[in-house]
């Protein structure tokens, strides 16, 4: 009888132990004040961690619905931050040599003109800053390369001094929004034409001048992989699908252009044999 009531007060006991491992188990930790302020500071910019630090928490691993929506947020960040030197490069290289050397002129117009009409576009449509962020700082960059090209191909023609006016008396008026909604959208539908045809000239130029010239390799690497990058954030973010197919037309043209740097970069030649020839 006294074995049977000790065992008894035995289960009972690793019961007890067990019931209170569970519950310790079970219960999340409390919140740090500095996650607190973190999370508060994060969702002022529009990235939720709640739902990743509330599995983490519980000690389980956040679900793909949980993870790719922040995932996305922090790459449409990550690109934004990126934008703003994605340019340097080329824009280093041409005053550098201060040659513009095989650079389609026309290309690097209608770049500006893509990403003003992109721009005014997403700003029109209200979506998130993650999800068009860098538009800013390339228009940007792009405006300043092309005020390059023109200083190093004076003397410049009347017709470029003619499409030079037109764009700064019509880009105020398209990034304001004060045209007509359906004109809008016309415009935005045909920024991936233009987008592509800013492309066409220099692949054609590369092509036909078996050089890349001026053309830089860090300028065209960051511009493929933001590319890329950008349509799986205009998938996650529900963006408008002209604005994924932009996307994806920029992933095909630029890693064209990519291609062409790698193929027909020239090796380099070493002192030894510069004196042997």
Known sequence: MEN?????????EIGEIQSERDTNRKKPKKKTESVVKMEKYLSAIGIDVSCALNSLRHGTIPHKDCL???ISKLLGYAIVAASTT????QIMKI??????RGLSMISFELEVVGYTIALAYCLHKGLPFSAYGELLFLLIQALILVAIIYYYSR?????????????CAVAP???????????????????????????IPQILKNF??????ELSFLTSLMN???????VFTSLQENAPKSVVMGSAIGVATNFTILSQILFYQKPRVTEKEKKTK
């Open 4 to 12: 049977g009531s000790l065992k008894l007060f035995k289960w009972i």
């Open 68 to 70: 790719l929506p922040l």
């Open 86 to 89: 994605v340019k340097l490069p």
């Open 95 to 100: 005053l550098k040599h201060q040659s513009v």
């Open 155 to 167: 003397p410049l023609r009347t017709t470029t001094w003619i499409r030079a006016l037109i764009y």
């Open 173 to 199: 008026t398209i990034l304001a929004g004060q045209i007509d909604p359906f004109l809008f959208e016309a415009l935005y539908a045909s920024q991936h034409a233009i987008f592509l045809f800013a492309r």
């Open 208 to 213: 036909s001048n078996r050089s890349t010239g």
């Open 224 to 230: 493929s992989a933001g590319s890329m990058v950008r």
